[in-house]
């Protein structure tokens, strides 16, 4: 048994953690956390963190992502500082404080964890996701039969203004813009593997800067290739992306598309954003085919909708990733797709073989339950 001080804040995933915490036998004190707040250097939050830590004797400081200021306050009491990291790009895992020898940190992509691990970065393994499939086992399909439809995708297009940081290139040259249209172009069609960072020359890397200045925190280590990549292209390639392969699905199929964001040639499509806890689990349980197109930035890790949608019983298609290959078995527990051409087939194929489909389902499902829930995941910690 264990006796943890949760950092909880607004994150997904919260409620899981904590039904798992208590399954195992554990105790949680819930330290209220807002990411809206200076997380790097906030010497008033550090000092709430450590007199929270002071108070009781607990075994480890737990929060989703990775936060400087509960790093520095578990080294300054000695404590372990597990942060399991499921957002992608996710700047703050480029602090120096990550080296802290108290920390012990989770990222989901093992091409990320690989990263930081050749940068130096002791602290840092890969840890998968996972699903809770008992807390998605209460909710009946037959419940969510507004939200049937043959395909569905839930999630954010990218397409608002606060999303495209790639429009602050106009001010290049136009050769260069014509560049960064090309390496975007071409990312948007490769599949499994992720070419922008090392596109970007170190003159075209000046360019940018003054193009759109960036602002690293002080005590930061990752490169302006590393921020522009992810932050400015891989966004761009993900907004075309995702707007290209539900407009084509669009024309085809009886597709439901659960997002904030507006998209004229998808408004027949778009629905109202649907509760992550209360109503995604019914989407998924009631599409025939449900839809995974992962953000670029996430190079080979599996998305927690990913989890969400194989732990709800849900058919999952999804991009080509790397790290899916590690613990499921496509066509058999999953099916991934190469490019527009094969989704648009695959779809069309498992919408009228409907015993296959919900076979591949069910094993996928089942797999989830054995081998990834948030039990799995906590004795891995």
Request: glycine letters at 4%.
């Amino acid at each position: 048994m264990a006796h943890i001080l949760f950092l909880e804040w607004n994150s997904f995933c919260n409620e899981y953690m904590k039904r798992a915490w208590k399954r195992a036998g554990d105790t949680v004190v819930s330290f209220p956390f807002s990411t809206k707040e200076d997380t790097r250097f906030n010497e008033e939050l550090t000092k709430q963190i450590v007199m929270t830590l002071m108070s009781e004797k607990f075994d480890y400081l737990f929060s989703f992502n990775y936060f400087p200021v509960a790093a520095m306050a578990a080294k300054a009491c000695r404590i372990r500082y597990v942060s399991w990291v499921y957002d992608s790009p996710y700047a703050q895992l480029y602090s120096e404080t990550v080296h802290y020898p108290t920390n012990d940190i989770r990222v989901f992509d093992s091409h990320e964890a690989q990263r930081l691990q050749e940068l130096g970065v002791e602290t840092v393994s890969f840890l998968p996701l996972a699903a809770d499939t008992d807390y998605y086992d209460t909710f009946a399909k037959k419940d969510g039969k507004q939200y049937a439809s043959e395909v569905s995708f839930v999630g954010a297009l990218y397409t608002d203004k606060r999303q495209q940081l790639y429009e602050r290139f106009e001010a290049l040259p136009p050769y260069e813009q014509g560049y960064l249209d090309g390496i975007v172009e071409m990312q948007t069609r490769l599949y499994g593997s992720n070419l922008l960072e090392d596109m970007l020359t170190e003159p075209l890397i000046e360019k940018l800067q003054k193009a759109a200045p960036l602002q690293p925190h002080p005590d930061a280590f990752a490169t302006p290739a590393w921020y522009y990549a992810n932050f400015y292209l891989g966004r761009r390639v993900t907004a075309l992306e995702r707007t290209r392969l539900l407009t084509a699905l669009s024309e085809k199929t009886d597709l439901k598309v659960y997002t904030k964001d507006t998209l004229p040639a998808l408004q027949k499509c778009i629905c109202t954003p649907v509760d992550y806890y209360t109503q995604a689990p019914l989407v998924y349980k009631n599409s025939k085919i449900n839809l995974n197109i992962t953000l670029k930035s996430i190079q080979t890790g599996i998305p927690l909708r990913v989890f969400d949608i194989m732990g709800c019983g849900g058919f999952l298609l999804t991009n080509y990733q790397e790290d899916m290959l590690s613990f499921f078995t496509p066509d058999e527990e999953f099916v991934y797709y190469t490019d527009e051409k094969d989704m648009l087939e695959k779809v069309s194929y498992y919408l009228s073989h409907d015993e296959e489909r919900e076979k591949i389902a069910k094993k996928g499902y089942e797999k989830v339950k054995q081998f990834h829930t948030f039990d799995c995941r906590l004795q891995s910690l």
